[in-house]
T-cell receptor
Framework: EDKVVQSPLSLVVHEGDTVTLNCSYE??????LLWYKQEKKAPTFLFML????IEKKSGRLSSILDKKELFSILNITATQTGDSAVYLC?????????FGKGTRLHILP | SAVISQKPSRDICQRGTSLTIQCQVD?????MFWYRQQPGQSLTLIAT?????????ESGFVIDKFPISRPNLTFSTLTVSNMSPEDSSIYLC??????????????FGPGTRLTVT
């Protein structure tokens, strides 16, 4: 059975801190791993990772995938209050995405 | 990436009634998906909407409860039938960008927040 486990489930930090969000997965016919940010209703696409060890960066956000250990992390440096959201890890298999429960991140000013 | 719109953005419905949610994309896409997100839960795939054929439903979801139409490559509807309070959720449509190239990036519409009383 496909499994996606995100940790921590929730996290509260102060503005300016760096956070690391974790995602472990077990899916059949793995194709890629996606990260999303969900603030209200619609998840916003952040990254797609297909290869191990290649870091993807976008501003203060970065992510990396380990296909051997079935693991991915999402880093956010110099956090801002606008980073407060639920971050979803989503392995993609055979054109179907399996979503984790997410990490709820709250940034205190 | 594709621009996706959904209507309605929210609705409050009485139990026993049905609601049809529309999803419109600004470009032709091969694959469209419908998800449900119940309060406090993550996203669960309901079905893949296939153009010109019946939708493919995930385990636990049936066509009688969630009929789906896909009349062309830019539009789909999801109907939530005979609603009960347990159907109160956010319903989201999504599309896979750059279809056929195996990128796997999916983009989401703004969602429909449904409350059943």
């Amino acid at each position: 059975e496909d499994k996606v486990v995100q940790s921590p489930l929730s996290l509260v930090v102060h503005e300016g801190d760096t956070v690391t969000l974790n995602c472990s997965y077990e899916v059949t016919n793995f194709r890629s791993l996606l990260w999303y940010k969900q603030e209200k209703k619609a998840p916003t696409f952040l990254f797609m990772l297909t290869s191990s060890g290649i870091e993807k960066k976008s501003g203060r956000l970065s992510s990396i995938l380990d296909k051997k250990e079935l693991f991915s992390i999402l880093n956010i440096t110099a956090t801002q209050t606008g980073d407060s959201a639920v971050y979803l890890c989503a392995p993609n298999r055979d054109d179907k995405i399996i979503f984790g429960k997410g990490t709820r991140l709250h940034i205190l000013p | 990436s594709a621009v996706i719109s959904q209507k309605p953005s929210r609705d409050i419905c009485q139990r026993g009634t049905s609601l049809t949610i529309q999803c419109q994309v600004d470009s032709q896409v091969t694959m469209m998906f419908w998800y449900r997100q119940q309060p406090g839960q993550s996203l669960t795939l309901i079905a893949t909407a296939n153009q010109g054929s019946e939708a493919t439903y995930e385990s636990g979801f049936v066509i009688d409860k969630f009929p789906i139409s896909r009349p062309n490559l830019t539009f789909s509807t999801l109907t939530v039938s005979n609603m009960s309070p347990e159907d109160s959720s956010i319903y989201l449509c999504s599309v896979e960008d750059v279809p056929g190239q195996g990128n796997g990036e999916q983009y989401f519409g703004p969602g429909t927040r449904l409350t059943v009383t």
